[in-house]
C-alpha cells in the first residue's frame, strides 16, 4: 500500500518560506576606482580608527560606522591628488551593502558607486540620477533623507543607511584627511 504525501502540510510552508537574499556584484574596487577616478594612481591606506574616533565620527555625524578599519585610497593624477576613494559597508534591510564614495581634494562628494547589493529587492539605489544626488556635498553641509536626498519607495532603508554612511565618510574626511 502506497504512503501517501501530505501535500497540505508541505505546500503552505513553501509560501511562507522567506526567499533567499541574493549577492550582486556590480563593480570590483578596481572597476569602481576607474569610474570614480578615470586614469588616476590610487594608493591603498587602511586607516584603524581608535574606539574613541569611531565614537567621535559617530557622534558628529549622527550615524556610527561597522567596521574599524576604513579603507581610504589617494587618487593622483600626473603626482597630483585628484582625491580620495572610500570604500564602505551599510546595513540595507538585512543585508549589507558595499559601496565607494569619490571625494575631490577639498572634500565634495565627486560620486557614489554601488559595488554589491545582497538585498533581494531595493536595489534601486544602484540608479544614477538618484546616487547623482549626493554629488557636490560637502562636509558641514546637510544632508538627511526626505530633505537632501530624495527617497525611493520600497528601498527605504537602503536608501537612509546610505545616505547616513555618505555623511559619515564626510565627517571622517573632515576629522581624518581635510588638511593632510
Known amino acids: 500500500m502506497a504512503r501517501s ?3 497540505f502540510a508541505i505546500v503552505p510552508a513553501a509560501l511562507i518560506a522567506p526567499a ?4 550582486t556584484v556590480y563593480l570590483s574596487i578596481p572597476a569602481a576606482q576607474q569610474a570614480l577616478f578615470p586614469g588616476a594612481q590610487l594608493a591603498d591606506h587602511k586607516i584603524a580608527l581608535t574606539p574613541a574616533q569611531r565614537k567621535a565620527i559617530a557622534k558628529a555625524a549622527g550615524a556610527a560606522g561597522t567596521d574599524p578599519v576604513q579603507r581610504i585610497w589617494e587618487a593622483k593624477t600626473g603626482g597630483k591628488r585628484t582625491g580620495w576613494f572610500i570604500l564602505d559597508r551599510v546595513i540595507g534591510k538585512h543585508e549589507y551593502i558595499t559601496y565607494a564614495v569619490a571625494l575631490s581634494p ?5 560620486g557614489v558607486e554601488i559595488l554589491d547589493y545582497r538585498e533581494t529587492y531595493g536595489g ?3 540608479n544614477a540620477n538618484w546616487r547623482r544626488q549626493f554629488t557636490g556635498k560637502r562636509p558641514g553641509q546637510s544632508l538627511k533623507l526626505e530633505r537632501d536626498i ?6 527605504t532603508l537602503s536608501s537612509r543607511h546610505i545616505t547616513d554612511g555618505v555623511r559619515r565618510l564626510l565627517v571622517t574626511y573632515q576629522m581624518l584627511l581635510a588638511g593632510s
Open 20 to 23: 533567499p537574499a541574493t549577492a
Open 124 to 126: 534601486e539605489v544602484r
Open 150 to 155: 530624495r527617497n525611493i519607495s520600497g528601498a
Open 5 to 7: 504525501t501530505d501535500w
Open 106 to 110: 577639498d572634500g565634495a562628494v565627486r
